[in-house]
Structures are given as C-alpha cells and as structure tokens.
C-alpha cells in the first residue's frame, strides 16, 4: 500500500527508484569526504521536503524527523530522558555545523564515532525508512547500522524519521565524550546512560565498529540495592567485549578503560 505523504516526498521516492543518488540535508559529512573526488553518483538535496523536519509527541512516544537539525534538538523541550541526546548535539562539530547537519545524515554516514548513536540507542529509537515501491519499514536503531559507514538503507529508500517509545523516554540520562581536546574533536571513547525506576541503559560508542548496548552491565545496574560509589558496579569485566581499535587517537586498551571511566562520570552525572 501506498503511504499518504507530501507531494514532494512522492517524488522524491520515486527519484529515488530510478537511479543511484547521493542524498543528503544538510551535506556536512558527505561534502567533507569529497574534498579531492568527485562525487560517482548526482545529490538529491532532501533539505526542503516539508515534514521531514521537526519533533513532535505521538501516541506512541516521540518523532525526530530525518532532517532536524542538532540545532533543533538542542532547543527543544524534550524529556529528561533526552538531555543524553541534547549533550551529544553540542558536540557534533561547531555551532555552523550543528545548525546544518542533521539527526538522519549522522546515523546513516555510520561512522563508529557518530555522537548521536548511542544517545539514541539508550532511548530504544527506531528508524523508519521508505521506499515508492515498498512503502515504508521500521527497524531498532541497532539492527540500522551494521559496520563502520555500513547501513541497511537500500538503495530505493531514505530515511525519513526516528521513533522513541514512551516507555523509554523515562528517567534520566547522560552524555560523556572523551577526546583529545574539548571542541571540535572525534571521540576516543562516549557514553550514553539512563536511569530510570528498575531500569538502566547504557550505549558505549567509539570503541566497537558499532556503537553497542552494554546488556550485562544494565542488568547488574538495575539490580544495585545500595547507594556505594559506581565504580563497585561498573567493573572492567563489564567492557571486556567490546573491540575497539589501536590508532592514532588512542590504543584498544586506552579505550576500553575510558569506556569504563566515562560510564561511571556519566552516571554519577545522573544521580547528582
């Protein structure tokens, strides 16, 4: 069945069942990695398509359309359970960049530094795609990214918004990025976490080719029947499956301890 949408985003769709595009919004990634070669396939700017752009409360929870802004994010009025997403906003790139770049292009550009990721993937997001011949498809924002600038967008689709379950946008939540500068800087380690009654969430990026939920870790977090330091909870075992990588940002090892660390600061961030 065909979706009911706006005019504009019909015929963009069916653009997009013609041929290979490069779509883009806000061009913030893509421009950039084509300093010095060409582009192999024509743009099809998507920035002005109407409702594609907003946030809005639903029935079900809560809708970030493909090409809001991180600007956008950041001034709206959103739950505690999104200050997590706000604080990762502000640090993708500059004030210029954030005010162009948008939620989708940073999710399906893929990288394992992607600062909305695991913010997103502490709030359980979905991510709805479509397609003029397959109408539209909603996947969890884990299964969406599969490797480093790997996505299960297909080439007749784009992305058109991001879904949060009410139920998930509870609690509380918290944002920490390590890097070797305060601005302007990709990550060596992030951590996303929220707390909520008898529920924790907790996302490490940076140090997996996929930004990843810690299961293990949340589950000995919801259980914690004590008010003791963090660090008696978070343990390095927690962290021991994660894969990051050596380079000139920082070793594996250098990693999976500011993992640890980052989680801790984030949490004690929540609880006071």
């Known amino acids: 069945m065909r979706l009911t ?11 997009l069942a013609t041929r290979q595009w490069h779509v883009l919004a806000g ?18 700017d998507i920035s002005g398509i109407s409702g594609l752009r907003g946030i809005e409360r639903t029935d ?72 003029a011949a397959r109408g539209a498809r909603q996947m969890p924002l884990q299964d969406f990214i599969q490797g480093n600038r790997q996505t299960d967008l297909q080439p007749d689709e784009m992305m058109v918004a991001l879904h949060v379950p009410t139920h998930s946008a509870t609690g509380r939540s918290s944002f920490v990025k390590l890097g070797s500068r305060r601005y302007l800087v990709i990550s060596i380690a992030m951590v996303a976490a929220r707390l909520a009654d008898g529920e924790a ?31 008696k909870c978070v343990k390095p075992e927690h ?12 070793s594996a090892g250098y990693r999976r301890d500011a993992a640890r660390i980052c989680t801790i600061r984030a949490l004690t961030e929540i609880a006071s």
């Open 5 to 15: 949408r706006p005019k504009e985003l019909t015929e963009t769709l069916d653009l």
């Open 27 to 44: 061009g913030t990634d893509l421009y950039p990695a084509h300093v010095e070669r060409p582009f192999r396939h024509p743009l099809l």
């Open 60 to 131: 079900t929870g809560w809708r970030i359309g493909a090409t809001t802004t991180w600007t956008d994010v950041v001034r709206a009025e959103l739950p505690p359970a999104f200050d997590a997403l706000k604080a990762a906003g502000r640090e993708v790139g500059s004030i210029q960049i954030q005010n162009a770049a948008t939620v989708a292009g940073n999710l399906c550009n893929a990288s394992p530094a992607a600062d909305g990721v695991p913010p997103l993937l502490i709030l359980d997001a979905t991510v709805e795609l479509a397609s």
């Open 201 to 231: 969430a907790v996302a490490v990026g940076s140090c997996s080719v996929v930004a990843r939920r810690m299961a293990v870790l949340e589950r000995d977090l919801a259980a914690r029947d004590d008010a003791g330091p963090w660090e």
């Open 239 to 250: 962290f021991a499956d994660l894969k990051p990588i050596d380079d000139v940002r920082a």
